[in-house]
T-cell receptor, first 111, second 116 residues
Framework: EDKVVQSPLSLVVHEGDTVTLNCSYE??????LLWYKQEKKAPTFLFML????IEKKSGRLSSILDKKELFSILNITATQTGDSAVYLC???????????FGAGTTVTVRA | GAVVSQHPSRVICKSGTSVKIECRSL??????MFWYRQFPKQSLMLMAT?????????EQGVEKDKFLINHASLTLSTLTVTSAHPEDSSFYIC????????????FGPGTRLLVL
């Protein structure tokens, strides 16, 4: 069974801080790792990573994958209160198109 | 692009009634749709995978007779919670995947179900 572990479970930072979220995984026949942001409603897609060492960047968010050590990190720089959300990590395999989700990291950014 | 809608966004019903939730891909054709449920402060749990024109595949522990899924077209899938009970109260979220090899799933806004 595929396993996705996110850490920390939650954190509180002040505006302007940088946060680093971790996601480690065990999956048979790994295909990709995805990051989502979930606020009050359903998750919104952030990144999909398939190759090691290639950083994906979108504004103040960036993410990288290490397929040797089986983990990914999501960085948020210069955090704003609007970054407060649950960040979900999910992995997909080559067997089917299902995603296995981690428990999420709750980020709270205080003004 | 890749917008998924869900209807209704919120529903309250009496115990024993059935509730239908619709999931639509608005600007793309969804080869596969997924149904999840999420309890407070927990992650998404996959209930079933729905492919257009074929029977849904349910995850272990999910009753197919209780959670009826129909994927009649490439843009619409429905989940019907039959004879709902209070323990079925949850946040139900659908997602859709485009055809081809991409496994990126785009999520609908979710439906909050409360069974009294």
């Amino acid at each position: 069974e595929d396993k996705v572990v996110q850490s920390p479970l939650s954190l509180v930072v002040h505006e302007g801080d940088t946060v680093t979220l971790n996601c480690s995984y065990e999956v048979t026949n790994f295909r990709s790792l995805l990051w989502y942001k979930q606020e009050k409603k359903a998750p919104t897609f952030l990144f999909m990573l398939t190759s090691s060492g290639i950083e994906k960047k979108s504004g103040r968010l960036s993410s990288i994958l290490d397929k040797k050590e089986l983990f990914s990190i999501l960085n948020i720089t210069a955090t704003q209160t609007g970054d407060s959300a649950v960040y979900l990590c999910a992995v997909g395999n080559h067997n089917d198109y299902k995603l296995s989700f981690g428990a999420g990291t709750t980020v709270t950014v205080r003004a | 692009g890749a917008v998924v809608s869900q209807h209704p966004s919120r529903v309250i019903c009496k115990s024993g009634t059935s509730v239908k939730i619709e999931c639509r891909s608005l600007d793309f054709q969804a080869t596969t749709m997924f149904w999840y449920r999420q309890f407070p402060k927990q992650s998404l749990m996959l209930m079933a995978t729905s492919n257009e024109g074929s029977k849904a595949t349910y995850e272990q522990g999910v009753e197919k007779d209780k959670f009826l899924i129909n994927h009649a077209s490439l843009t619409l899938s429905t989940l019907t919670v039959t004879s709902a009970h209070p323990e079925d109260s949850s946040f139900y979220i659908c997602s859709a995947r485009t055809s081809g090899r991409s496994e990126t799933q785009y999520f609908g806004p979710g439906t909050r179900l409360l069974v009294l």
